[in-house]
C-alpha cells in the first residue's frame, strides 16, 4: 500500500524534482477521504502538495525563501469535488451532466458509456443511434449493438463513448499496454533558449504570463492553480465552442477570460501575438487540434523561445487510441477502474469513482509540471514541454493499492466543511467557494481575480 508521503515522492522523482525539497512537506489525514476501493484521498493530497510544492520551488530560485507546505487530505479531497460545493447567492451548481449521458448494457451484456455534456457531441450520438434525444429509446436501441460494434463506431465518427473493461482486460488491451510503459508525467526539453532567471516577487508567480486554453475541469484546475500563486492566467476559448458553465464559475477563480477563434488567420495572430511575451501555454485540445491551428509544442517553441508548454491528451500521446477523444468518466470506464469498484459494490453495472479523480488529479500535476520546468527554465534555459493524460492518472490510481473497506467512507458534503469555505465577488454574484488546500507557509495561495463568464475580457495581458 502506497503512503501520501510516498505517492507524492513518486511524483517528485518523475518529475525532476529536487529530493531535499520534500523535506519541507507536512500532510495530515488517511484515507479512506471518499466512498472508494481506490485511493481516491491519496491521490488528492500527493497532486495538490505536487503543485504547491512546485510553486514553492519556484519561489526559492526568485526569491530564496524555502517556505513550508501544508496539505490535510480532507481539505484536499474536498477540493477534488470543488464544482459540487460552491453555491452563488446561495445556490448551488446547476446539473453538469446531459440527460442521455451515462451507462447502458447493449445486446451482448457489455456496458458502454455515453459522454453528451457538449451539443455536437450528443447530436452526433442521437444520429448514429438514429433515436430521439430520449434515455429509454437510446437504452433500448443499444440493444441491438454490441458493446465494440458501438465503441468502434464512435471513434469511427470521431465521437466520444467507451464500452467498459475489466482491469486485466484494459491490461492486455493495446492501448492499456501502451499506457503502462509511461511514466506518469514527462518534462521534455523542446528547444533551445537561454536562462530566464525570474525576478523577486511578492508571490512565487508573479508577473508570469499563462495562455489557458482548455475546458471542462483538468486545464482549467491547472490554469486555477497556477493563479492561485499569483500567475496572470487569461483563458483563451473561440466564441463558438461549447462548455460547461457551471464548471467556469468554481475553475475560472483568478482568471481574465478572452474570446479568440482560432479558425480564421485573424484569431491565430492574436494568439501568437500573446503568445510572444507568454511564459506557459497550456492546452487540452483533441490530439492534433491545436497543432492544426498552427499551436504545435515545436511552432510555440520557435514564437516564444523558452515557453513551457503544457499538453493533456485523454489517452496517452502513443498507441492506437493516442488521436482519440476522451474525458475522465470514458477513461475510468475503459480502463477497469468502474468494473472494480462494481466488484467490491457487489453490483453488475459500472460503479463510478466518488469524484472526477483523473480530471482533478491531471490538473494539479499539469501545473506542478509547469512551475518545475518554469524552474529548469530560469536555471538551465530551454523551452520545455509538460506532456501527461487522464489514462495515464488512471493507471497511476490503481497501482496505489486498494482499501478493503474504502466505500463504507462518508461522502463529503458542504455542511462538513464550512471551515474550509471562503466568500469571494464574481461576475456572477456572490461566490462561496473551497479554498485552495495546498498551503504555503508565507505567501497563502488567493485568488485576486474573480471568476468571470468566458469572452468577457480583451485578448490582452494585463499591464505590469
Known amino acids: 500500500m502506497t503512503s501520501p508521503t510516498e505517492a507524492l515522492a513518486g511524483i517528485w522523482q518523475v518529475a525532476g524534482g529536487e529530493v531535499p525539497a520534500l523535506a519541507r512537506v507536512s500532510l495530515t489525514g488517511a484515507d479512506p477521504a471518499l466512498p472508494s476501493s481506490f485511493k481516491v484521498g491519496t491521490v488528492a493530497q500527493a497532486t495538490i502538495a505536487a503543485s504547491a510544492l512546485a510553486a514553492s520551488e519556484v519561489d526559492r530560485v526568485r526569491n530564496g525563501r524555502a517556505q513550508a507546505v501544508t496539505v490535510d487530505m480532507r481539505h484536499a479531497t474536498a477540493e477534488f469535488i470543488s464544482e459540487r460545493l460552491y453555491t452563488v447567492d446561495g445556490k448551488p451548481p446547476p446539473a453538469a451532466w446531459d440527460k442521455i449521458a451515462g451507462t447502458y448494457q447493449t445486446g451482448d451484456g457489455r456496458w458502454v458509456r455515453l459522454h453528451t455534456n457538449f451539443p455536437h457531441h450528443r447530436a452526433g450520438i442521437l444520429d448514429m443511434?438514429?433515436?430521439?434525444?430520449?434515455?429509454?429509446?437510446?437504452?433500448?436501441?443499444?440493444?441491438?449493438?454490441?458493446?465494440?460494434?458501438?465503441?468502434?463506431?464512435?471513434?469511427?465518427?470521431?465521437?466520444?463513448?467507451?464500452?467498459?473493461?475489466?482491469?486485466?482486460?484494459?491490461?492486455?488491451?493495446?492501448?492499456?499496454?501502451?499506457?503502462?510503459?509511461?511514466?506518469?508525467?514527462?518534462?521534455?526539453?523542446?528547444?533551445?533558449?537561454?536562462?530566464?532567471?525570474?525576478?523577486?516577487?511578492?508571490?512565487?508567480?508573479?508577473?508570469?504570463?499563462?495562455?489557458?486554453?482548455?475546458?471542462?475541469?483538468?486545464?482549467?484546475?491547472?490554469?486555477?492553480?497556477?493563479?492561485?500563486?499569483?500567475?496572470?492566467?487569461?483563458?483563451?476559448?473561440?466564441?463558438?465552442?461549447?462548455?460547461?458553465?457551471?464548471?467556469?464559475?468554481?475553475?475560472g477563480r483568478g482568471k481574465l477570460s478572452a474570446h479568440i477563434d482560432l479558425r480564421g488567420d485573424d484569431g491565430k495572430a492574436t494568439l501568437a501575438r500573446l503568445l510572444e511575451t507568454a511564459d506557459i501555454f497550456v492546452q487540452g485540445y483533441r490530439p492534433g487540434g491545436i497543432a492544426e491551428r498552427g499551436f504545435s509544442p515545436e511552432r510555440a517553441a520557435e514564437v516564444r523561445p523558452g515557453i513551457v508548454y503544457v499538453s493533456l491528451s485523454a489517452w496517452g500521446?502513443?498507441?492506437?487510441?493516442?488521436?482519440?477523444?476522451?474525458?475522465?468518466?470514458?477513461?475510468?470506464?475503459?480502463?477497469?477502474?468502474?468494473?472494480?469498484?462494481?466488484?467490491?459494490?457487489?453490483?453488475?453495472?459500472?460503479?463510478?469513482?466518488?469524484?472526477?479523480?483523473?480530471?482533478?488529479?491531471?490538473?494539479?500535476?499539469?501545473?506542478?509540471?509547469?512551475?518545475?520546468?518554469?524552474?529548469?527554465?530560469?536555471?538551465?534555459?530551454?523551452?520545455?514541454?509538460?506532456?501527461?493524460?487522464?489514462?495515464?492518472?488512471?493507471?497511476?490510481?490503481?497501482?496505489?493499492?486498494?482499501?478493503?473497506?474504502?466505500?463504507?467512507?462518508?461522502?463529503?458534503?458542504?455542511?462538513?466543511?464550512?471551515?474550509?469555505?471562503?466568500?469571494?465577488?464574481?461576475?456572477?454574484?456572490?461566490?462561496?467557494?473551497?479554498?485552495?488546500?495546498?498551503?504555503?507557509?508565507?505567501?497563502?495561495?488567493?485568488?485576486?481575480?474573480?471568476?468571470?463568464?468566458?469572452?468577457?475580457?480583451?485578448?490582452?495581458?494585463?499591464?505590469?
Open 129 to 251: 443511434l438514429k433515436v430521439d434525444y430520449d434515455r429509454e429509446s437510446v437504452a433500448v436501441t443499444l440493444k441491438g449493438w454490441t458493446g465494440q460494434q458501438y465503441e468502434d463506431e464512435v471513434a469511427r465518427r470521431g465521437l466520444v463513448g467507451t464500452m467498459m473493461r475489466s482491469p486485466a482486460e484494459w491490461a492486455a488491451h493495446s492501448q492499456g499496454v501502451a499506457v503502462a510503459k509511461l511514466p506518469l508525467l514527462e518534462i521534455v526539453r523542446i528547444g533551445d533558449a537561454p536562462p530566464r532567471p525570474l525576478p523577486s516577487s511578492a508571490r512565487p508567480l508573479s508577473g508570469v504570463r499563462v495562455l489557458d486554453l482548455t475546458r471542462v475541469l483538468a486545464g482549467p484546475v491547472c490554469g486555477r492553480t497556477l493563479a492561485a500563486h499569483g500567475a496572470d492566467v487569461l483563458r483563451v476559448t473561440g466564441p463558438h465552442l461549447p462548455d460547461i458553465p457551471g464548471l467556469d464559475v468554481d475553475t
Open 317 to 464: 500521446h502513443v498507441g492506437p487510441w493516442s488521436a482519440r477523444r476522451g474525458f475522465d468518466s470514458l477513461v475510468q470506464t475503459a480502463s477497469g477502474i468502474n468494473h472494480a469498484e462494481a466488484e467490491v459494490a457487489a453490483l453488475d453495472k459500472p460503479v463510478e469513482l466518488p469524484c472526477q479523480a483523473l480530471d482533478h488529479g491531471a490538473g494539479y500535476l499539469m501545473a506542478a509540471g509547469a512551475m518545475l520546468a518554469l524552474k529548469r527554465r530560469a536555471e538551465i534555459g530551454g523551452s520545455w514541454l509538460v506532456r501527461l493524460s487522464l489514462a495515464q492518472v488512471g493507471h497511476w490510481l490503481t497501482e496505489l493499492g486498494r482499501l478493503q473497506d474504502g466505500r463504507d467512507a462518508a461522502t463529503i458534503t458542504r455542511a462538513d466543511v464550512p471551515h474550509l469555505l471562503h466568500d469571494l465577488p464574481s461576475r456572477y454574484g456572490n461566490l462561496s467557494a473551497l479554498r485552495h488546500a495546498g498551503q504555503l507557509s508565507e505567501t497563502p495561495p488567493r485568488w485576486d481575480r474573480p471568476s468571470v463568464p468566458l469572452g468577457t475580457h480583451g485578448p490582452e495581458w494585463p499591464l505590469s
